[in-house]
Every structure is written in C-alpha cells, then in structure tokens.
C-alpha cells in the first residue's frame, strides 16, 4: 500500500513539473516556430475546456483513490485493535488419532477392522430386534381359536390305536368309555376291523389245535 502511494505522488510530481516545463518552453519557440504554423483547429469551448482538465481530472482521481486507500487501512487498524481473540494454533495436533489408530499400533489393523465390523452388525441386529419388538407390540389383533371338540379327541386316540396295533400285530385294546357317554359304535368300529378279525381266527385255531 506504501509502494502504491508512493507511486501515485511521484506520478503527480512529475506531471506538475512537466506542465511547469511546457510552460516555460513555450514563449521560446512561438516567436521563431508558432509564427510560421497558419494553421489553426477549429476547437469549440466545451472542448477546449476538457482537454485543460485532462491532467487535472487524473490528477484529481488518483488523490482521491489515493485517499480512500489510507481511509480504508485507518479503518482495518482500528478493527483489529479492537480485537483481543488470538487463537494458539500448533504445528501439530498433539494426542489425536484416527479410530482405529493406523500410527498407534499398525500391526493389529486388520484385527481391529474385523472387530469393527462385528460391532457395527451386532448393533444392527440389536436395532433390528427392537424395531421387531416394537412392531409386534403394536400389533393388538388376536384371533379367536376353537378348541377341538371331545368326540374328535377320542377318534384320534381310536384311530393311532388301531395303528400300532396292526404294526405289532397285537389286538387292538377298545378305548375307555367315559362316564355318561355310550360307546357301542366305538366297540362295534374296532372288532370289526380286519386287524381284529385276523386276530381272532389265529386264536380260534391255536385253541383247537390244543383240544386235540
């Protein structure tokens, strides 16, 4: 900024002093030059009036810029003098490291990757867990189950009976009848099955080969 004021005065000085030279010169030369030129421009007075305020709006121009420059370095000063923040700042970063501490200890990396991301799943299963948890605790539908009726039980029992006793070929043992129920059909169903018939004609004859 100095440089640059600087200039700009030097500027100015010799630009006064070449109008002072001008000056001086020219009453020298129109007696022997100016005397043989006839020719004369045609310059209207508004015209005349700027080419004499050339120099002297440059001139002008270059103070004033000149001028706001050292306004604006006045104020910039003032700023900072009203300013008591000033920041420690270091070369380096003392005691800071990256996550995995690559510089800390470089042999263990890969471990601490594998750890890392077992980490992270295992925290993504545990957000999952609770999402699901929330999800079916917002969930009030319960539907309604009947329970199977008695007689259907008892077929069921009948029925896997039979079947063993057809596999160990065994007869088959009737089912127990419940107090204040019938169960003629159910005895009926079960010795007249084939299993029970076979049963029966097998025993017949053993009989009778004993009575001889």
Do not use: W
Not at 6 to 22: C, N, S
Not at 75 to 98: H, I, M, N, T, W
Not at 102 to 114: A, F, G, Q, S
């Amino acid at each position: 900024m100095i440089a640059k004021e600087r200039a700009a005065g030097d500027f100015l000085e010799r630009l006064e002093q070449d109008q002072k030279r001008k000056a001086l010169m020219r009453p020298r030369y129109e007696p022997s030059e100016v005397y043989e030129c006839t020719f004369s421009p045609q310059i209207n007075q508004k015209s005349k009036q700027l080419t004499e305020r050339g120099f002297e709006a440059i001139g002008e121009k270059m103070r004033r810029e000149s001028r706001m420059e050292r306004l604006k370095q006045e104020q910039e000063l003032r700023d900072s003098q009203d300013c008591y923040f000033s920041p420690k700042q270091f070369a380096r970063d003392v005691g800071v490291e990256s996550k995995l501490g690559v510089l800390r200890d470089p042999e263990t990396l890969m471990e601490r990757i594998k750890k890392e991301r077992e980490d992270k799943i295992e925290r993504v299963k545990q957000e999952a867990a609770r999402q699901e948890k929330s999800l079916e605790h917002n969930l009030t539908f319960s539907p309604h189950i009947n329970e199977t009726p008695e007689f259907i039980h008892k077929m069921a029992l009948a029925m896997r009976a039979l079947r063993e006793a057809a596999n160990q070929g065994m007869p088959p043992k009737p089912p127990q009848p419940s107090y204040g129920q019938t169960s003629a059909n159910s005895y009926a169903r079960i010795y007249t099955s084939p299993s029970a018939k076979s049963y029966t004609s097998q025993n017949t004859s053993i009989r009778g080969n004993f009575s001889k």
